[in-house]
Structure formats: structure tokens, C-alpha cells
């Protein structure tokens, strides 16, 4: 098939490649020039293990355009995997994708099936396809024929989570469109869930909303643990032994991130009372998130009263490993109390300083950007960490104690086990866990 994917995020690019790989010819389409030109040149401009590589085997299904006229006017099928970000009152930005809608029907003499992947509230492709239908009128050979496909890949795994997914759903509103889907589908061996266009736009919501509430739910009663001296390691050890829990996504820590959760979280949550049903547990979720990234932040003044002059280094900073993302990252907060407070900070990501800098410019004199870990423990009173690199796991008590004398860890991520610190006098708090001194 000639597919056309619009939008080179980690949705799009991800989608393009993998198809590309099944054997389809895929034109990836992007309005960011710098983007088209470095993915021309074969580079990635996402930080996501094994893409490059799966780009140079797929080299010769692949090309990459900002040119959408010619994109659109000969693709079989058209993935639309723009952003919907968020909108200052927490609904869904969809400007971007009508943008597209827009497009495909100026570039094409005949309609196709248009495929969208963002993810939007339910009830948007419905609008979509009357849309298309107003714009392109419904004509037999010119109707545009709206597909939902939500994607649920997470960063870091993305191409594992495409190419062997639990699951691939489809919302469509006729056969013809649902055997094109499951026919697109047919080498991923996973089972195809097709199913009306709202639902499936109210399961991708459905599902990350469910795993937020998840984390939020184990935070809390990891918060708990510390009041009535539990361990939280155990009690979700304990959990995610019955198969009806499941052990996934009941890791405390100090909060989620990404450019997911939040987003979703808040996009459903305002769909839900713009309709007149507030959906509790997802306001709930959304308001225990943010008290979580305070958590560490609050431990260290617990026992300081103020953390003015201390020296405390940060270890990680992207919303979670294996990714330079910072979107919603627990460090923008955290940083931000820590520089709030007084405190002199000095920082380290294998990946995310970058971009970090860009908003914490080091020129601000109470902040300093490392070389690698150890650079940032040397002489620090603490180390805070927010995001569990597999760089820091390898970091032992010995090497805490000779950098910093004596150190105090603030763990946000329950890196270590608390036995890697008993009798070595660090000072090791963590969330949910007793305390290690
Ligand atoms: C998520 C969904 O998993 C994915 O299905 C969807 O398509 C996009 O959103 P992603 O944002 O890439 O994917 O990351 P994920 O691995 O789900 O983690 C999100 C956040 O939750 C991270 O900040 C992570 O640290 C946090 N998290 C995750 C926890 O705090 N505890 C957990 O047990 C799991």
C-alpha cells in the first residue's frame, strides 16, 4: 500500500518506520523543514533506541517530505499524528489536525480512508468526518473516509510497543474500512478490536487515564506506608501478585510525566464535566500527581527546616529514562522548589541537559550542569534523584561516601534496595520505604 503518515512526532515517525519495514511504500510528512532534512539524511530527531537503524533497513520503503500536496495526492491511506496539546483550560488543542484535514482534501481528486492516531475526545472524529464531507462533499469517489487508530506506544520501548502491541484498536464506521485496517494490520500478529469511532477514541483515553490513576493510587499508599511504617515494595509486590491488579505501573515514586498523562488526564477529565459527569478519580489523580512531585522536596525540609545554602545535587531530569523528553518532567518542579528555596544546585542527565538548560540557564548562578554523576556529588551535602538512568544504579555506597562525606540520598525513584546502604552510614530516604541511616 502507498501509505502517507502526517506528522513526525514519536507517534508518526515510529508508525511511518515500522510500516515501511512491513513492506508498504510510506511517505513521512512533516512542516518542519529542519526535521524533513535531518530524517532525509537518515538521523532521528527523536531520541528513541533502535529507530535509526530500523530507518537505514527500511531506507528504501521510506521518504520523508514537507511538501503535502505531493504527500497526499497518491497515498492509499493517510495516518494523521499530529499533537493535540494541551489548551490553557485542559481540553485538547485540535487545530493541527483539522490543519490536516484541510490539506489532504485541497491535495486529492479522489477520497481515501484517513486514519487519525492523534489522540483526541471522543466524538472528534465524528466531526472530522462531517468535515471532510462539508469540505470535499460525499460524492461516491470523493469521500473521505474517517478511521480511528489510537496509538498506545510508550517512549523509550516505541517500536517494540508498535511492532508487538497487546492489542491494535479501530474505530471505524464501515466493512470496507475495517478490512483495510485489519488487512494493514495482518503481519503484527495482534488481535485487531474493531469497534465504533468513539469508543475506540474513549479507550486510548480510557487506558492512560486508568494507568495514571494507577500510579497516583500507589503513591498514596506509599505516602501511607511512611506514616504507618510499611514498605511499599512489598505492599505492590503483594498487589501485583493477583492477576486482577497485575504488577505493571505500581512503582511509587514522585510523580508521572511525559507528554501523556498530564495531557490526557486533564483533556478527559474536561471532557467528562463539559458533558456533566465530572469523572472524580481522574481529578483526584491529576491533584495527587501534583502534590507528589513536592514529596522529596518536603522530606529534605523535614528534617532541615530549610534547605538555604545546601549543596544538592539533582541525578536525572527527563520525565523517565531512555528519553531526552522533559514534558511534564517532575524535575521542572522539584528544581524549581529547590532554586526556591536557596538551595545551591548542580545538575546531571545523560540526555536531558539540554533542553533543560534552555529553561534553567546556568548563567543563573545557582545552578550548575555536570559531566557525569560523579562530577555532580562531588562536595553536594544531598543527592536528589528524579529520574532512575541505569547509569545511577551502578553508583555504590562507597562511591556516594567518598564524593560527598556524608551523604544523604533523596530517592525519588526507589533505585536502590534499602540493604545497599544499611550499615555504611549514608543517610538513604526514599518513597514509601523506611528511612536508611
Ligand atoms: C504513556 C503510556 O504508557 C502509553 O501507552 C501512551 O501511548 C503514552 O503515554 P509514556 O508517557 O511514554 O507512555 O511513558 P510511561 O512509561 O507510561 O511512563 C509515564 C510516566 O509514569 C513516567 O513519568 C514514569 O516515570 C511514570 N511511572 C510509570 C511511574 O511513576 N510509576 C509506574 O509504575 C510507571
Redesign the pocket.
Known amino acids: 500500500m502507498n501509505i502517507t503518515v502526517c506528522g513526525t512526532g ?2 508518526g515517525l515510529v508508525a511511518a518506520v515500522v510500516f515501511a519495514s512491513k513492506g508498504h511504500r510510506v511517505i513521512g510528512l512533516d512542516i518542519d523543514e529542519c526535521k524533513i532534512s535531518l530524517l532525509r539524511g537518515g538521523a532521528s530527531p527523536l531520541f528513541e533506541p533502535g529507530l535509526e537503524e530500523l530507518m537505514a533497513k527500511s531506507s528504501c520503503n521510506l521518504e520523508f517530505t514537507a511538501d503535502y500536496r505531493k504527500a497526499y495526492e497518491s497515498a492509499d491511506v493517510i495516518f494523521v499524528a499530529v499533537p493535540t496539546p494541551e489548551k490553557a483550560d485542559g481540553s485538547a488543542e485540535l487545530s493541527y489536525v483539522m490543519q490536516a484535514c484541510d490539506q489532504i482534501a485541497e491535495s486529492r481528486e479522489r477520497g481515501c480512508i484517513v486514519v487519525v492516531k492523534s ?1 483526541v475526545p471522543p466524538g472528534t472524529n465524528d466531526r472530522i468526518q462531517a468535515y471532510f464531507d462539508d469540505i470535499a462533499g460525499s460524492a461516491p469517489g470523493r469521500r473521505f473516509n474517517v478511521v480511528s487508530n ?9 517500536l517494540r ?1 508498535m511492532l508487538y502491541p497487546a492489542r491494535i484498536v479501530v474505530g471505524v464506521q464501515d466493512d470496507d474500512a475495517a478490512d483495510l485496517m485489519r488487512a494493514l494490520y495482518q503481519p503484527f500478529d495482534a488481535p485487531v478490536m474493531v469497534m465504533d469511532l468513539r469508543s475506540a477514541e474513549l479507550v ?1 483515553y480510557a ?2 487515564d486508568f ?2 490513576l ?2 497516583s493510587y ?2 498514596e499508599i506509599a505516602n501511607l506506608c511512611d506514616v504507618v511504617g510499611a514498605d511499599i515494595e512489598r505492599v505492590a509486590a503483594g498487589m501485583g501478585a493477583d492477576p486482577r491488579i497485575g504488577d ?14 498530564p495531557k ?1 488526564t486533564k483533556a478527559l477529565h474536561w471532557l467528562s464535566t463539559c458533558h456533566g459527569h465530572e469523572i472524580k478519580t481522574i481529578k483526584a489523580a491529576i491533584e495527587v500527581n501534583t502534590a507528589q512531585k513536592t514529596m522529596l522536596v518536603a522530606k529534605a525540609k523535614e528534617r532541615y527546616g530549610s534547605l538555604a545554602g545546601k549543596r544538592i545535587a539533582v541525578l536525572g531530569l527527563t ?3 531512555d ?1 531526552d ?1 522533559l514534558r ?3 524535575s521542572l518542579d522539584v528544581v524549581r522548589m529547590l532554586l526556591d528555596e536557596g538551595a545551591q544546585t548542580v545538575l546531571y542527565d545523560p540526555c536531558g541537559m539540554p533542553a533543560f538548560e534552555g529553561r534553567y540557564p546556568a548563567s543563573l548562578g545557582v545552578l550548575e550542569y555536570a559531566g557525569d554523576p560523579y562530577e555532580a556529588l562531588r562536595d553536594s551535602d544531598m543527592a536528589f534523584i528524579l ?2 538512568w541505569e547509569e545511577f544504579a551502578s553508583i555504590t555506597a562507597d562511591q556516594y561516601r567518598s564524593l560527598m562525606g556524608t551523604p544523604e540520598i533523596y530517592d525519588g ?1 526507589n533505585m536502590y534496595s534499602l540493604d545497599a546502604f544499611r550499615g555504611t552510614s549514608v543517610r538513604y530516604v526514599s518513597i514509601g520505604r523506611p528511612v536508611v541511616e
Do not use: H, M, W
Request: some cysteine; overall charge neutral; glycine content about 10%.
Open positions: 514519536y507517534v489522540t489510537p496509538e498506545f506506544l510508550s517512549q523509550g520501548t516505541a510497543d486510548k487506558s492512560n494507568l495514571a494507577k500510579i500507589i503513591n505493571k505501573f505500581l512503582r511509587a515514586g514522585i510523580g508521572y510525566g511525559g507528554s501523556c498523562f490526557d520525565f523517565k529514562p528519553t523528553d511534564d518532567a517532575p529520574t532512575e525513584r
